[in-house]
């Protein structure tokens, strides 16, 4: 029973295409997250929902978007892919009360821009 | 940004004691710390953490100073599949959804 599950695991493409990532969640959390890590290992947030709401959006090119139709998915698509988007992509979920504690990620989906 | 500061990188021996230290001398007076680690290819995984009682758990314990401007995490008998990239956040606890802010972390290497 896989909490936090992504999909497809590995992704490879050309320059330019359009692109989607799939993430579910079964535990029952109301907010989830992706994360992108990139080539150096940084983990840094990108987009947070709360209840379908969007709440953290940080400095992301308007070519990625994210979608969350109800509370145990986010998925995210990517516009015009570009050799920068390389990386390993996280989605995450928590339950708000529980604080930074109760995070599950899921096992990451490596795009890699060819 | 980070709020934390660790070792790029530690050994320690397989069935020892491993000992990784954070410093994070701005932490304010309502924020937690938090451990995390990654195990290659992996998603961060939780791991304990605490404001500034001493934590234990089945998976490690957890040292503040009493000025909380440091604290360690000790993984008391480390085994290989301990090592892993460990993470020192500090966050806030309570109601409301919490970013985790990820810093370089330290890239823990159990020896057999």
């Known amino acids: 029973d896989t909490a936090v599950s992504q999909t497809p695991k590995y992704l490879v493409t050309q320059m330019g295409n359009d692109k989607s990532i799939k993430c579910e969640q079964n535990l029952g959390h109301d907010t989830m997250y992706w994360y992108k890590q990139d080539s150096k290992k940084f983990l840094k947030i990108m987009f947070s929902?709360?209840?379908?709401?969007?709440?953290i959006n940080e400095t992301v090119p308007n070519r990625f978007s994210p979608k969350s139709p109800d509370k145990a998915h986010l998925n995210l698509h990517i516009n015009s892919l570009e050799l920068g988007d390389s990386a390993v992509y996280f989605c995450a979920s928590s339950r708000r009360g529980q604080g930074a504690s109760g995070y599950t990620f899921g096992s990451g989906t490596r795009l890699t821009v060819v | 940004d980070a709020k934390t500061t660790q070792p790029t990188s530690m050994d320690c021996a397989e069935g020892r004691a491993a000992n990784l230290p954070c410093n994070h001398s701005t932490i304010s007076g309502n924020e937690y710390v938090y451990w995390y680690r990654q195990i290659h290819s992996q998603g961060p995984q939780y791991i304990i953490h605490?404001?500034?009682n001493n934590e234990t758990n089945e998976m490690a314990s957890l040292i503040i100073t009493e000025d909380r401007k440091s604290s360690t995490l000790i993984l008391p008998h480390a085994t290989l599949r301990d090592t892993a990239v460990y993470y020192c956040i500090v966050a806030y606890s309570g109601a409301g959804s919490y970013q985790l802010t990820f810093g370089k972390g330290t890239k823990l290497s159990v020896i057999p």
């Open positions: 605490g404001l500034k």
């Open positions: 929902y709360n209840n379908k709401e969007l709440i």
